[in-house]
């Protein structure tokens, strides 16, 4: 198959992305920007973590869905981060440090059918991923 991501591209944005968006360091929403790039309302940058940071094998590879979810029994937050190769879980308890606690992989039956991309759902405590 055909690859569709300009590899060097997508590294090259990567490295530059994470070299600018420091970890431990908020960034404002200036005049309806952050750092003078990205469209923002009413919301800061306070973290930036790239494919590889994630816990994904290529990192040219792109997230496609993001859920939040807080531990009703201590208060922990996390994110599911849908990836093309499998799904990150990531400790945002503290935003400014998060953490990657674990990767789940695609499975390769998956992978073969034609899947690309993980969608996930939350519904009470239970993660729903497609």
Same mark, same amino acid.
């Given at each position: 198959?055909?690859?569709?991501?300009?590899?060097?591209?997508?590294? /090259?944005?990567?490295?530059?992305? !994470?070299?600018?968006?420091?970890?431990?360091?908020?960034?404002?929403?200036?005049?309806?920007?952050?750092?003078?790039?990205?469209?923002?309302?009413?919301? &800061?940058?306070?973290?930036?973590?790239?494919?590889?940071?994630?816990?994904?094998?290529?990192?040219?590879?792109?997230? &496609?869905?993001?859920?939040?979810?807080?531990?009703?029994?201590?208060? !922990?937050?996390?994110?599911?981060?849908?990836?093309?190769?499998?799904? /990150?879980?990531?400790?945002?308890? &503290?935003?400014?440090?998060?953490?990657?606690?674990?990767?789940? &992989?695609?499975?390769?039956?998956?992978l073969d059918n034609g899947g690309r991309w993980h969608d996930i759902k939350i519904v009470g405590t239970v993660s729903y991923i497609g």
């Amino acid at each position: 198959m055909e690859n569709l991501v300009d590899k060097e591209r997508a590294r /090259s944005n990567a490295a530059a992305w !994470k070299g600018r968006f420091a970890q431990g360091r908020e960034i404002p929403c200036i005049d309806g920007k952050i750092a003078d790039e990205f469209d923002c309302l009413n919301m &800061n940058l306070v973290n930036f973590l790239d494919a590889e940071d994630l816990g994904t094998e290529d990192e040219t590879i792109f997230v &496609n869905d993001i859920w939040g979810w807080v531990d009703p029994q201590n208060g !922990k937050e996390y994110a599911l981060v849908g990836l093309f190769d499998g799904v /990150s879980l990531v400790d945002i308890t &503290n935003p400014l440090l998060p953490f990657v606690i674990g990767f789940i &992989n695609a499975t390769d039956i998956f992978l073969d059918n034609g899947g690309r991309w993980h969608d996930i759902k939350i519904v009470g405590t239970v993660s729903y991923i497609g």
